[in-house]
């Protein structure tokens, strides 16, 4: 599968932003889908992932609350819903899909990077 984020950009304390992430193939409801972030100087951490039928769903305390992760198989489309955002939120956005399990970290297929900036 590809994946292919967009949607990123540079906003202000407190507002909203949402990224999509489409991907190409015919069995993208087969894959847990997640979003992941790298900060500058730091590692790629997790932000959130959801299951192949949306169902369930779970995400990094940094953001529990603020942040939103859907999908729409239909279109073959994840989303992250970003309210409330902080500078630290300033980091390369990237949607990864899993062939696994739902509790898993490890994921198989990546996008490119879509690089959200919060000024304060």
């Known amino acids: 599968v590809q994946l292919q984020a967009y949607g990123g950009g540079l906003v202000q304390a407190g507002d909203s932003l949402r990224l999509s992430c489409e991907a190409s193939g015919r069995t993208f409801s087969t894959y847990t889908m997640g979003w992941f972030r790298q900060a500058p100087g730091k590692e790629r951490e997790f932000v959130a992932g959801i299951s192949r039928g949306g169902v369930s769903t779970r995400y990094a305390n940094s953001v529990k609350g603020r942040f939103t992760i859907s999908r729409d198989n239909a279109k073959d489309t994840v989303f992250l819903q970003m309210n409330s955002l902080m500078p630290e939120d300033t980091a390369v956005y990237y949607c990864?899909?899993?062939?696994?399990?739902?509790?898993?970290?490890?994921?198989?297929?990546w996008g490119q990077g879509t690089l959200v900036t919060v000024s304060s």
């Open positions: 990864a899909a899993n062939k696994g399990s739902f509790q898993s970290y490890e994921y198989d297929y």
